[in-house]
């Protein structure tokens, strides 16, 4: 059962009880580009005690530098080397197969960026759209033409989503020898608009599925290859010393429990209490594994239980 | 088992076996703007003798006006009121359920110049993309507005997919009271370019589905509303008094055997003859429905038994 992180948790040697912390970004250090309150004073403070505090996300859309550099604008401590975001992992996962030939990139700069410093090649990102002709097939067999040097595709989040995108990324993967990437299979980015609901990389996912018939490897939590990734920079790192903290039940929690780290919900993101209740009560053994040990309303929480917080 | 519609069985009655017939048009009269050889002989001889036969298509991208013109530029028979694309079958639904409110269509011209036939009011169809902005979702929030007026989302084929068509869709599709209408769900375009992969509306489908949960109606094949559509305009129409002719086993034939017509398969489109062995040998009850009474190569060898054909 989950319990909250009240203060006899807290006085029973929670902080002890852990070196190092993987923390979640959208929904639990900010939203958008605002901090969440409290969240930089509490990391922060875990950092001046000695804590290994390492960033992961499965958000693609920025490279490690863009988010170290959005961690200094918003307040918190960071090194490039402690951030983990799946468009990271895409360049990681293409060196560990040694893949020699071109990327396939339906995803934003950010994956872009990883690329480009892993001296991976890759075939330009951005808008590539359908011209407005009344005879769309007719220029799509003339006109669209693939790169026969290309050996992977990734699909990430991407804004710019098109037509002639989604007919390159099928094609590719007519090719069984090629290399199909997806950074994470969220159907949903977390909003606060209460009109709209934002689509994520999961329905780029779903419908390149239904052409190719072909299943990623998923990158980004729960899926174990981000962890992986940090296991490699990091080799000391112990699992029963570790906490990984996160809004979502579904990716951020169930990859904690999966992998043997303690876990701590905080309510500022996607999940809240009634889903952990749902989870709990589930006969289900994959619904059983999204149960944190721990939740907060906020990092905030945590802050004041450290008294680096009023 | 099927047979070949060979001599022996054409002089066993068959001509006089039907009254009517329903033949798709993508892979059974043409291949995008080129009409099959001998499809229209065919099909021409079968009117002059008297058979009705109704033009059926899941393709949305065209009005009935607009397949009227391309049956007369290509040479074949038709009326405008013997023609159903899933685009007409959209205002038909519509109009069934006596819809008053707005459409919102991610499809493109052949959907709205229905609606329009109709009178029932729609957003406009086209290009919507997403603009070159750093910061996309602040663009989304602050520029993405939704008409409250409207009751129904038709998903249809759309070259101009896009983001923000997605966001829409999705958005929509929130509101457990609106309408949401697929006019098909085939995954892929048949297609003769070798290297390319082709998607249908299917795949916007499996993404809206991935994001919003919803399931829509569909209208398309092997649904059975088109039919329901054809025997309300004809209703003295008679299943064991008629044929269908078309290429796709999981859609025309899988809709002819369900709904009591004899099937015809011709093999310049989708389907081939190892599909129909694997569905024969299936013990599936849904793949056993798709294993056609007869095959052709081609209309044009049914013209030659009608002797309409060197």
């Known amino acids: 059962m989950t319990k909250k992180l009240d203060a006899t948790v807290f006085h029973n040697g929670f902080l002890n009880s852990f070196d190092f912390v993987l923390t979640d970004c959208d929904g639990v250090l900010w939203n958008r580009n605002e901090a969440i309150p409290g969240a930089k004073e509490t990391i922060n403070a875990l950092q001046d005690m000695g804590k290994t505090v390492i960033f992961v996300t499965n958000n693609s859309s920025k490279s490690r530098y863009e988010y170290h550099r959005k961690c200094e604008v918003l307040g918190f401590k ?7 975001p799946t468009s990271y992992c895409v360049a990681v996962y293409l060196k560990s ?3 020699k030939k071109k990327v396939y990139v339906l995803g934003s700069s950010g994956i872009a960026g990883e690329l480009h410093s892993a001296g991976i090649p890759f075939l330009p990102v951005g808008p590539d759209p359908m011209p407005e002709t009344e005879y769309w097939y007719n220029w799509v067999a003339k006109e669209l033409k693939l ?3 290309v050996g992977a595709v990734v699909v990430g989040f991407d804004q710019h989503v098109s037509y002639p995108k989604l007919v390159k990324t099928v094609s590719y993967l007519k090719d069984p020898n090629c290399v199909y990437i997806a950074t994470n299979i969220d159907e949903q980015f977390q909003t606060d608009l209460k009109h709209l609901v934002i689509p994520g990389t999961g329905a780029f996912i779903r419908a390149v599925e239904a052409v190719s018939g072909r299943t990623p490897i998923v990158l980004g939590k729960p899926a174990k290859f981000l962890y992986d990734c940090i296991k490699y920079q990091y080799p000391d790192l112990d699992p029963s010393k570790g906490i ?6 579904s990716t951020d929690i169930l990859l904690g429990r999966s992998t043997g780290l303690r876990t701590l ?3 500022t993101g996607v999940s809240d209490l009634n889903e952990v209740e749902r989870c709990s009560n589930s ?11 721990y939740y907060l309303p906020s990092l905030a929480d945590l802050g004041r239980l450290m008294g680096v917080i009023q």
Chains 1, 2 share one sequence.
């Open 147 to 149: 790169d026969s040097e």
């Open 265 to 267: 919900l905080v309510l």
């Open 283 to 293: 006969n289900c053994e994959n619904k059983q594994m999204m149960v944190p040990d």
């Open 78 to 84: 960071s090194s490039v080397d402690r951030i983990f």
């Open 244 to 249: 990984i903290i996160g809004d979502r039940l």
């Open 97 to 99: 197969i040694d893949f």
